[in-house]
């Protein structure tokens, strides 16, 4: 047993420090202008660009399996309210979080593609928000924690209809490194 | 870095032609004005644009003319002593365009324009006309704009420019993202600003100098001002959650924008010069896609604060607020014309999302699409047409309405998913 904890700790400081890898925003750089962008690039930072020291020190606590947690949540239309189905991984983040006061996330909100795109900007922020404060009454300090719409414009899957819609309107948890 | 980035821009402008919008003219007004555009004369010049081909397109794509094919033309005219009037009164044609093109000094070209009332056998316009060779295409929308505004007294639009924003899914959570610019008819697109995140709201300036758009590059949402003569760009300062929909005000000192910074969407007005920044709405709703009246005196916003999304004006000086959209649960981002009598707007029936303009005269309101995911109005300075995105075979098109709903085109583009359509201002 105690064998095995330690295992799933090791999994667990591993897969944490991968999501965070993963997780880490695109930032556009001179870099990527092998594309032939022109983005001036002057502007791009380095924010979370898959340093895990942030996350270290984790995995101390092998009751808890960040990795396995879901980290998609969905909405209903028109909706921010954290649904129920939501409710016990978001827990789970928080307890993580709250425990580990060096660990943080960033909150990306999402809308489907109808009505307009500014208006879901502020839709997507909403239901960020939504489980910003789901974390916040869960012990976790607003310091750790960042909300960002994307409103319409990344969606997991394109095309119209209710079951696209359905995968689109969400927030994404993602361990970032400070 | 800026000298780089200046050069790949020159770049982009100098390797455009693939993306080109082709425009559909898919419904005309019930009775067009019928014109020739007859081939103009070109002895001895290999030019690079077919100047009465794009006149011809731009007046036909108006929805105001009947341009007649030129498979159908009896002769090819270039002076007035080569008209026979009978023979194209005959044809069915009111007016008659003709013209000569003779080599400059340096590389220019003088078009020779003259336009013809057919039936009156009259002359009504003619100009010489002298444009670089390698930019035929400006000088056959000025020859348009020109036609345009003689025929029907409204200003023409056709040497404006549009820019939107094209996306691009390579693979989930992998897009590419272009703001581009183009003439007002789609040809010569140029990238802009290319990125791997989102970007959206682009902004004409007033003067058509500057863009202030919206691009989320640095992993979080920024507002940006680009100089278009020199690609040069400023990022406006960032706060903490939403830094999106910039306006800019008639006189371009100011932007009005929306931030979340305290809380939630609220609407701001920033004073370019001084930064200074002030805060015009004040409600825990959502208060978003601020638009200037003409006169600069008003801010129109979408808010929730009646419980579903609606329009309103805030007057600046007075700070009195009205609530200007009642039908439909669903009004959002309003667009005044120029005159500022009609608003047009996103309006939500249960057929979906189309574009509507609203006579804030009258109150009167006419849904001008059928589409059911239309968004993003853009109106053409003179006021003829509205540009909007839409969704075709599942993908984003832009297409184009006119004010009373009888003239319609559609854009049609090879190169990922076109939205957010800003129409520039008359540029000098």
Known sequence: M???NAVKALTLAVSVAWIAGCSSPSTLSEDDSSTGGSTAGSSSNTYGTGDASGVSGMGTDGN?????LKTIFYFDFDDSTVRADSVGDLEAHAQYLASHPSASVRLEGHAD????REYNMALGERRAKAVERFLGVNGVSGAQVEAISYGEEKPVVMGSGDGSWSQNRRVELKYVSR | MKKWFISTLLLMIAVTARADLVVEVTQGVDAPTPIAVVPFQASGLALSDDIAQIVSDDLGRSGFFKSMS????????????QVFFRDWRVSGNDYMVIGRIAP???????ATVELYDVLKERQIWSETVTGNSNNLRDVAHYISDQVFEKLTGLKGAFSTRIVYVTAKMLAPNNFTFKLQMADSDGARPRTILQSKEPILSPAWSQDGSKLAYVSFESSRPAIYVQELATGQRQKVQTFRGLNGSPAWSPDGSRLALVLSKDGNPEVYVLTLATGQLDR???????????????????????SDRAGLPQIYSLNLPTRELKRLTYEGKYNSRGRLTQDGRFLTMVHQDSSGFHIAVQDLKTNRLDILTSS????????APNGSIILYATKKGGKGVLSGVSLDGRVRFTMPNGDGDVREPAWSPYLQ
């Open chain 2, 280 to 302: 015009i709405t004040h409600h825990y709703g959502i208060d978003t896609e601020p638009t200037w009246s003409p006169d600069g005196q008003s801010i129109l916003f979408t």
């Open chain 1, 2 to 4: 105690r064998a095995s």
């Open chain 2, 372 to 379: 059911s995911l239309d968004e993003s109005p853009t109106i």
């Open chain 2, 70 to 81: 030129r498979a159908n033309m009896l002769g090819t005219p270039s002076t007035q002593e």
């Open chain 1, 113 to 116: 593609e109808r009505g307009t």
């Open chain 2, 104 to 110: 400059g000094v340096n590389g220019q070209v003088q």
């Open chain 1, 64 to 68: 808890l399996d960040v990795a396995n």
